[in-house]
């Protein structure tokens, strides 16, 4: 399924995105929204739309190498979360990542920060993050 080309309801688009959550010894790596993007300047979890004929993993593979440089060598799947923004519908497809190779930086320009799980409740997030940031807290 790709993450654009799907319609749901009146003319919204309905994004399916890969989300990575990637761990380390208590830690996540987020990254920064640009400020012209939407949901702009608020930490995210690195990730990215579907392309047509992707599955998610490949999806979250080919984004967190776009975007950090990074090779996944180990996810498996932790939630979906769905939600309805004014603009856009979005279907986050939520992969905690445990292991990769590659030092992680922002391929992009965006800043990047590894943050502990018990710190993220302080972070600005898009409205859609609330159920992941309460279930990453509760992984360590
Ligand atoms: N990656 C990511 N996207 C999120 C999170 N929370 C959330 O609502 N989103 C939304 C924001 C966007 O509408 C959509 C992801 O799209 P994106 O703009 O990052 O997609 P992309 O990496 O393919 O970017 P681009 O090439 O279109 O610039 O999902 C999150 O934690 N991580
Ligand atoms: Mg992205």
């Not at 993007?37 to 739309?49: I, R």
Request: charged fraction near 25%; glycine fraction near 8%.
């Amino acid at each position: 399924m790709s993450g654009t080309v799907d319609k749901k309801g009146p003319g919204a688009p309905f994004l399916h995105v890969a989300v990575g959550v990637i761990w380390q010894q208590g830690k996540v790596l987020l990254s920064r929204r640009a400020s012209h993007q939407h949901q702009g300047d608020k930490w995210e979890f690195p990730g990215g739309k579907l392309e047509a004929g992707e599955t998610v993993l490949e999806a979250l593979q080919r984004e967190l190498t776009e975007e950090l440089a990074i090779t996944v060598q180990n996810a498996q799947p932790l939630m979906e979360v769905r939600h309805r923004y004014p603009e856009r519908e979005v279907l986050l497809d939520i992969w905690l990542v445990d292991a990769f190779s590659g030092e992680p930086h922002g391929v992009e320009g965006q800043a990047v920060q590894w943050f502990a799980a018990s710190e993220l409740d302080t972070l600005s997030f898009p409205d859609a993050n609330q159920p992941i940031v309460e279930r990453v807290m509760q992984l360590v």
